[in-house]
């Protein structure tokens, strides 16, 4: 007969993404006398990951401790450098490669994977060690117990009681933020970290489709700016450099209600001066090639095109018979071009929210609730935001390692 569990041994994580697989886990590696129940509201764990589309997820970065600046110059949380310390990005990809994930080492230390392969590997390696998965079951309530311990509800059935409860429930708006909220938590409000922005002319967006490059962007408002690679399409801007620029300066362009001229820099690998001599040498050998089917290096004709229409540039003539304040303005449109933006949107590839959990609300050894001894919280359901590039899920696995440690050492003492 099933020996009956003491209510010490047993743990709820709710939210099965890539921090409460990654808790339960090591909860159990860590504690194996323990009963893990991880619950997940989806009809499967780490559901993005199986997103149609969704090519290589960047899923860490391999690059510990350098960039680890906070986007925005923030000091990280003492929680989170605490985690990072002990699970740097070598231990993610360390991690990977035990699961059998098969990590790819992209630009910049980036670790890439295949979201469904990840997802597989992770839900096997949490049966594997004996995490009871419950998907398919949102946690409605959680209630603490006189004599300790904890209930938990769904809205259908009564779940069961643990000594302690790790809220893993994401980024986004949840029930598990609202809950902590409602039991007197400091939650700051959600908002993505990582953008796509529109523009506020559609045809820019349809004329540049597909252009995808190494650019300089710059807020008008305030000059802060930064370089990478944009990626152009009907949906808006977005790409790396959108991404930390929108981690660098989010809060400004959530008070703009993202409304705000981003100055972009399509050719930052040509000076101004440069760029006029390359033309005026383009002018003096001659030739009859038509302006229009000279591109600069990556470049298409067609986005060359757009460019040169914007500076009233005839792409028929031939580079002789182009006029000086004509190449001029082709310059200023290169180098300078004024892009009014009039909202955003989530971009296709990495994504990050800040807000969430204060750290400073949790002991930053464990991640426990400071005013809710029993509780904990990890993941992206925190408030932080590092820079696109992996470092933000370096953040979250750590977090979730940590909490697993932290646990573990509160129930072994
Ligand atoms: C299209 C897309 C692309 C993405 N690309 C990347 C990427 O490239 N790299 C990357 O690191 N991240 C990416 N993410 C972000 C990723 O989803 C997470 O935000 C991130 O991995 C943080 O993990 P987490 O476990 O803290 O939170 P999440 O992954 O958000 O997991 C939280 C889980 O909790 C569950 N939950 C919430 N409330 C309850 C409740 N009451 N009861 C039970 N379950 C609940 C949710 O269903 C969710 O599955 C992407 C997300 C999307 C949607």
């Given at each position: 007969m099933a020996r009956a569990r003491n209510i010490g041994e047993v743990f709820f994580i709710i939210g099965g993404g890539i921090a409460g697989l990654m808790t339960s886990i090591w909860l159990r590696r860590l504690l194996p006398a323990s009963a893990v129940t991880l619950v997940e509201r989806s009809d499967l764990c780490c559901p993005w990951m199986l997103r149609k589309g969704l090519h290589e997820p960047i899923v860490g970065n391999a690059l510990s401790g350098e960039n680890l600046a906070m986007a925005g110059g923030d000091p990280p949380p003492a929680l989170l450098d605490r985690a990072l310390a002990a699970w740097p990005g070598e231990a993610t990809l360390g991690w990977l490669r035990e699961l059998e994930a098969q990590p790819q080492l992209g630009a910049n230390g980036a670790i890439q994977v295949e979201g469904a392969l990840l997802q597989r590997r992770l839900c096997e390696a949490a049966r594997a060690v004996g995490v009871d998965l419950k998907e398919?079951?949102?946690?409605?309530d959680v209630r603490g117990q006189p004599g300790g311990g904890f209930r938990l509800w769904s809205a259908e059935e009564a779940l069961g009681e643990a000594a302690a409860v790790v809220f893993a429930?994401?980024?986004?708006?949840n029930h598990g933020m609202a809950l902590l909220r409602e039991s007197g938590s400091s939650v700051a409000t959600p908002r993505a970290g990582f953008l796509r922005l529109r523009p506020a002319s559609r045809r820019f967006g349809q004329r540049l489709e597909g252009l995808s490059r190494e650019v300089r962007v710059m807020l008008?408002?305030?000059?802060a700016a930064s370089v990478g690679r944009i990626h152009c399409g009907t949906r808006g801007l977005e790409g790396p450099v959108i991404a930390d620029l929108s981690a660098r300066s989010g809060g400004e362009l959530a008070g703009w209600r993202y409304r705000f001229a981003l100055q972009v820099d399509?050719?930052?690998?040509?000076s101004a001066a440069g760029l006029r001599k390359a033309f005026i040498e383009k002018t003096e050998q001659g030739?009859?090639?038509?302006v229009g089917e000279?591109?600069?290096?990556?470049?298409s004709v067609r986005h060359w095109n757009y460019f040169l229409e914007q500076a009233r540039?005839?792409?028929?003539?031939p580079w002789p018979r182009t006029k000086d304040r004509k190449r001029n303005a082709l310059i200023e449109r290169l180098k300078r071009e004024r892009i009014p933006i009039e909202g955003m949107g989530l971009p296709a590839g990495e994504r990050a929210w800040k807000g969430?959990?204060?750290?400073?609300?949790?002991?930053?050894?464990?991640?426990?609730?400071r005013e809710k001894p029993g509780l904990y919280c990890c993941g992206e359901m925190l408030d932080f935001l590092y820079p696109p590039g992996g470092y933000q899920a370096n953040a979250v696995w750590a977090s979730a390692y940590h909490t697993a440690t932290g646990i573990a050492a509160e129930h072994t003492a």
């Open positions: 398919n079951c949102a946690v409605q429930t994401g980024g986004e708006r008008e408002k305030t000059g399509w050719v930052p690998e040509w030739g009859r090639q038509p000279d591109p600069l290096p990556g470049f540039v005839d792409p028929a003539l969430g959990m204060d750290p400073s609300a949790l002991h930053p050894e464990s991640g426990g609730v």
